[in-house]
C-alpha cells in the first residue's frame, strides 16, 4: 500500500474511536462510514494505541493489533480498536466515561521482513530507530514493538532489540542468538493531538 494522506488517517482514527465508543454504549460494531479512499478495504496490518491524557503526558491504555495484513484495513481498525479498549491483559477495560480522557493512534504496518544476517551482532546496524519496528521470534516466543516505541523512549538500536526480546518473554540479550528471528516494518502513524480532537501524522524522524 503507498503512503496514506492525512484524511485517510484521520478517517482511519475517527473510525478506531467510533468503533469504541459504539461498542461501549450498544456492545456492537458500528457499520463504517465510506471511506474516503476504496485502498482503505486493502489487505493491511494495522495496530491501534490508547493512551490516556494526564496533563502534557501520554499514559499507554491498551494497545493490540494485527501485524500482518490478514484484513481489509478498515476492519483490521475496528477490530484492533475493540480488542485495545477492552481486550488488553495489561490493563482493565476502558470505560466509557474515558472516552474523554484517551486519545486513539492508528499504526498502519508494511509486511515484516525478515533480516538476514551472518552474525547476530549485525542487527543493530541494520536497523534504525525512528523508521522501523521489531518483531522477535523464536519457537513459541513472539514480541512486537511498534516503531515509535523507542523514539518515545529515547532508546538505541540495542535497547531496542533487548526491549523486544522481554516483550516476547525472553531474556533481554536473546537477539544475540542464532536461533532468534528479526524482523522488520515500517508504520504509518495517525493520532489525535487530543481527545476527540485534530488528527496529525506522528513523525518519527
Known amino acids: 500500500m503507498s503512503l496514506l494522506s492525512l484524511e485517510e488517517g484521520t478517517f482511519l482514527v475517527r473510525l478506531a474511536r467510533s468503533t469504541v465508543t459504539n461498542y461501549l454504549k450498544e456492545s456492537k460494531k458500528p457499520v463504517p462510514p465510506q471511506p474516503p479512499s476504496p485502498r482503505l478495504y486493502e489487505k493491511s496490518g494495522a495496530f491501534v494505541t490508547i493512551e490516556k491524557l494526564i496533563g502534557e503526558e501520554r499514559i499507554l491504555r491498551g494497545c493490540i493489533g494485527y501485524p500482518l495484513p490478514h484484513l481489509p484495513l478498515i476492519e483490521a481498525v475496528m477490530e484492533s480498536a475493540i480488542s485495545a479498549a477492552l481486550e488488553d491483559p495489561r490493563f482493565p477495560p476502558l470505560k466509557i466515561d474515558e472516552l474523554k480522557e484517551v486519545v486513539f493512534e492508528v499504526s498502519v504496518l508494511t509486511p515484516p521482513t ?3 544476517v551472518n552474525d547476530p551482532k549485525e542487527y543493530p546496524k541494520r536497523i534504525r530507530v525512528g523508521r522501523d519496528g521489531l518483531v522477535v521470534e523464536m519457537g513459541f516466543y513472539k514480541g512486537l514493538l511498534l516503531p515509535q516505541v ?7 538500536e540495542e535497547t531496542f532489540l533487548s526491549e523486544c526480546c522481554m516483550k516476547a518473554g525472553l531474556p533481554p540479550d536473546s537477539w544475540l542468538s542464532r536461533d532468534l528471528k528479526v524482523y522488520v516494518f515500517t508504520a504509518e502513524v495517525f493520532t489525535e493531538t487530543s481527545p476527540g480532537g485534530e488528527v496529525v501524522q506522528k513523525k518519527l524522524m
Open 114 to 116: 525478515l533480516l538476514r
Open 150 to 156: 523507542p523514539v518515545e523512549y529515547g532508546w538505541d
